[in-house]
């Protein structure tokens, strides 16, 4: 399997301006040698988006984010790695060196030849479609029963799946496509070790097929439409829609349909049109309504949010079922987005009103009176929250109120919580100081560190969970004054480091690298820049200033060194208290005897120094 080699990795970071590369996402000014804009992550109107092209890193203090050009396309195109190191040097026009010679048909990654099967399952879907006999019901039945034309289907790449067990397989065998490929596809069954492509049944056999893109266009899944053509003998012969499973490509929660098509069509101050199912969508662009994105058979996710909000559109028009399933659907909506900034506008369809069929018959401007009589994210959860037909009690109007509230905990802006709570006041004819202060009183959710920074996050918040330990700073003085790091990485214990951190499992990995000799100092770490959260963690301690002079380093080195190893002495002394005090009674002699050796440690301590 061919990787791409390390110095391909540094020259971009060290040709690519990081400036030009963010440009095309974020509206950025000068602010001093660095850049700021609005942040491409979330909803704000106060710049918090810091680019600063010297040091090669990005840094926004509304989410707490950050890390380098890489990181900044894996966030924003929603790609692996090794992914966004090809986007950029296709973008720059800069030619990639792999190791171990260039990557043939035997050597290219699991993930490119899956990406390739999908792409020729496609074009073979679609040919069957068009030009095979047993598909010719098929054709009336897209054309006839669900009145599109054949023009949209060419547009869409629709397929169809032959009921034949190993038809597909048979096609990729002429092809040369691995069956370790096909395993990982999610387009067959066959057992864990078989190896004949004869053997691969098809998942999808006798079905409608409708292509899944991912926002760069590339088909990732596929979901299938159950028609008569469909044998009986298919396990999944009763549901009317099947999908693709997950695969290394293909995660539904983070991929909305249609997204690939929406965005560019996406004009500012336009909406996106959030519906149902695919094939809701492709009836809305038939018509002319091209911002039509759907979520993949679920209810919306937080992912496929936060994917919309990346382009930033006026709002979200969400056309629901006016069912009381569809009003529900909008309900569990909402506080996600909330959390996301997202403006949601309700445009509900009478009962039992179907969207296929209004815009079949009616075309576009289907849709004006249900947006003249659409609701707002606020408006939806008062109306489902008050009885139908007559005025609200003072016992209903409460219990609205507290039903808002609840929502309002998601929204991350003081200013749009105390609007939102003018509007309500209004929608429930109570006064609105009384609601700002009853919401005030209001008992909080618990908050959640796990998995991130806090939003608005201080310097100390974005250190270790214990918070003063020293493991940031000491690791913040390892990159920052190189010429140190492996007189540190010789004194250091690894016990000493608190490994609940990123900035403790960061450290740990560049000491172990150092006390091996695999690398001379820190000055080019980036081979053991592994994850995310580690670019993450690189662009905060690149953006933030210790004030610590050179001539001042060693003396900084040696306290945090011994901070971090009194902190672990005192540590274990309590783990020690802990284990005395849950002994059986033969156990606490020699616990207590440790317990004296480790309190002697404490009491005085070694002083380290490099």
Sequence with gaps: MARIAQQSVETIKHQVNLVDLVSPYVELKRAGSSWKGLSPFTQEKTPSFYVHPD??????????????????????????????????????????????????????????QIFEIHELATTW????????????????????QRGFTMETADDVKIGYAPAARNALALYFKERGISTAAMHKSGLFFARDNESYHDNFKSRFRGRLMVPIRDVQGRVVAFTARQLEQT?????????????????????????????????????EGA???????????????SVGLHTAVAPQGT??????????????????ECLLDGDKAGRKAALRALPLAFKAGLEFR???????????????????????????????????????????????????????????????????????????IQTTSRLL???????????????????????????????????DTLLTDGTWELLWLVLHFPEHSAAISEIIDYDWINSSSPAGRLLKRILAELREGLIPDTSNIENLIETIEDRQLMADLQSRDLDIEADLAETEINTQLNYIYNNYLKNRLNGLKQQVANASPTEQPALMRLVKTARNELATPHQLEI
């Design 429 to 463: 004819n109570v006064d609105p100081h009384a609601a700002l202060v009853d919401f005030k009183k209001a008992p909080k959710p618990q908050a959640n560190n796990q998995g991130g920074l806090k939003l608005g996050s201080t310097h100390k918040d974005s250190r």
């Design 125 to 144: 879907y679609h040919q069957q479609f068009s030009e095979s006999q047993e598909a010719a019901p098929v054709r009336s039945y897209w054309q006839e």
């Design 299 to 316: 209810a919306i996710t937080d992912d496929q949010l936060h994917l919309m909000r990346r382009y930033q559109p006026s709002s979200v």
């Design 271 to 285: 909406s996106f049109l959030l519906v149902e199912g695919q094939l809701d969508a492709i009836r809305c662009w």
């Design 231 to 267: 044998p009986e003998d298919d396990p999944a012969r009763e549901a009317k829609y099947v999908n693709s499973p997950e695969t290394q490509i293909f995660h539904k929660s983070r991929i909305l349909f249609g997204m690939d098509h929406a965005r560019t069509h996406l004009k």
């Design 346 to 420: 309700f445009l509900l369809l009478p009962e039992k009103a179907d969207p296929d069929d209004l815009l079949r018959q009616h075309g576009a401007e289907a849709l004006e009176p249900l947006r003249k009589a659409s609701k707002s994210a606020i408006e939806l959860a008062v109306s489902e929250s008050l009885p139908d037909g007559r005025a609200p009690s003072t016992h209903e109007k409460t219990t609205a109120l507290r039903n808002v509230f609840e929502l309002l905990q998601h929204v991350p802006s003081e200013v749009a919580r105390e609007d939102y």
């Design 55 to 112: 040091r090669g890193f990005y840094k926004c203090f509304s989410t707490g984010e950050g890390g380098d050009c890489f990181t900044f396309i894996m966030k924003v195109e929603n790609l692996e790695f090794p992914e966004a190191i090809e986007f950029i040097a296709k973008k720059f026009n800069i030619t990639l060196e792999y190791e171990a010679g260039g990557p043939s048909r035997e050597e290219v990654s699991l993930r490119k």
